[in-house]
C-alpha cells in the first residue's frame, strides 16, 4: 500500500529517499501559493532556480524575473512574491523565480520523479494528484532557512487528512501535522496569527496575502516540474482578480 509521509523542514530531507516519491514541495507563506497563482492565471511556465544570479540569467532567454529575498522584491526584478502579482498579466509570460526557502526545497528535491506544488489554494487538486500515482507521497515542507514553519505543516495536515482513506500513514510528523491541522481548520489565518512568518509579513506591512494564502481550493491547478520547468496539469483557471 502506497505511503504518505512529510519532511517538516529541507534540513530533515537527508533522511528520506526520493527517488521513488511523489514530492509535494509547500510553502503557503508565499512561494508555492504565488506559483500556483501565476499558472492558474495562465503563465506559460515557472523557471525555479535557487540563486539570484541563476535567476537573472534567465532574463536574456525571455523570462520575466520574480522572486524575494528576505520577503522583499529584489530590486532588478519584475516581480515579488505577493499572490496578487499574478493575477494579472500573467497570460503566456515565462517567469523565473526564485525564494528565500520555496525554491531552494524544490532544489533540493530534484531527483524525485514526479514533483508537484502544493498551497491550500490547490490542496484538493493536489490530492487527486497524487492519489493517482504510483508512488508514496512525500510532503516537503519549506520552513524558514531550514526552520520548522507551522503554516506549510498546517498544509501538510490537510493533505494528509484527504490522503487517510487512500494510503497509510506510518510517520509521527504527518500524524503530528494532522492533528495541528484538525485543531486549526475552522481559522486557518486565525491559527496562524502569532506564528513567526505572520509576524515578519506584519514587520513588512503586507497583511492580505495571508488571508489569500490560506484560501482552500481557490484553483484546480496542479503545477508540475517537467524538463526544470512548472507547468500545469490543465488549462488555465480562472479564479479572483486583482482589486
Ligand atoms: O521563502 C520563500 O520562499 C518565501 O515565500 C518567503 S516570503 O513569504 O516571501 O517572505
Not at 19 to 35: E, F, P
Not at 151 to 177: M, N, P, R, Y
Amino acid at each position: 500500500m502506497k505511503r504518505i509521509e512529510v519532511c517538516l523542514t529541507p534540513e530533515l530531507l537527508h533522511l528520506y529517499d526520493v527517488r521513488n516519491k511523489a514530492v509535494v514541495i509547500v510553502d503557503v507563506l508565499r512561494a508555492t501559493s504565488c506559483m500556483v497563482t501565476a499558472l492558474a492565471h495562465g503563465a506559460a511556465e515557472i523557471f525555479p532556480v535557487a540563486s539570484l544570479d541563476a535567476c537573472r540569467k534567465m532574463k536574456a532567454a525571455g523570462y520575466q524575473l520574480a522572486g524575494e529575498r528576505d520577503g522583499l522584491k529584489v530590486e532588478d526584478f519584475d516581480k515579488g512574491n505577493s499572490p496578487f502579482e499574478y493575477l494579472e498579466d500573467i497570460a503566456g509570460k515565462k517567469i523565473a523565480f526564485t525564494t528565500t526557502n520555496g525554491t531552494q526545497a524544490i532544489e533540493k528535491s530534484r531527483d524525485a520523479p514526479i514533483l508537484v506544488i502544493g498551497a491550500f489554494l490547490n490542496l484538493s487538486a493536489v490530492a487527486r494528484f497524487v492519489e493517482q500515482q504510483p508512488h508514496s507521497v512525500l510532503i516537503v515542507c519549506a520552513g524558514w532557512k531550514g526552520r520548522y514553519s507551522l503554516e506549510d505543516t498546517l498544509f501538510a495536515g490537510a493533505l494528509v487528512e484527504k490522503w487517510q482513506s487512500v494510503g497509510t500513514l506510518d510517520c509521527d510528523a504527518g500524524l503530528s501535522a494532522l492533528h495541528l491541522y484538525r485543531a486549526a481548520k475552522e481559522n486557518l489565518a486565525g491559527f496562524l496569527e502569532q506564528s513567526s512568518h505572520v509576524r515578519r509579513l506584519n514587520r513588512l506591512n503586507i497583511h492580505r496575502d495571508l488571508e489569500f494564502c490560506v484560501t482552500t481550493d481557490t484553483y484546480d491547478v496542479v503545477p508540475i516540474l517537467m524538463n526544470n520547468r512548472l507547468v500545469t496539469n490543465r488549462p488555465a483557471t480562472r479564479g479572483p482578480q486583482s482589486g
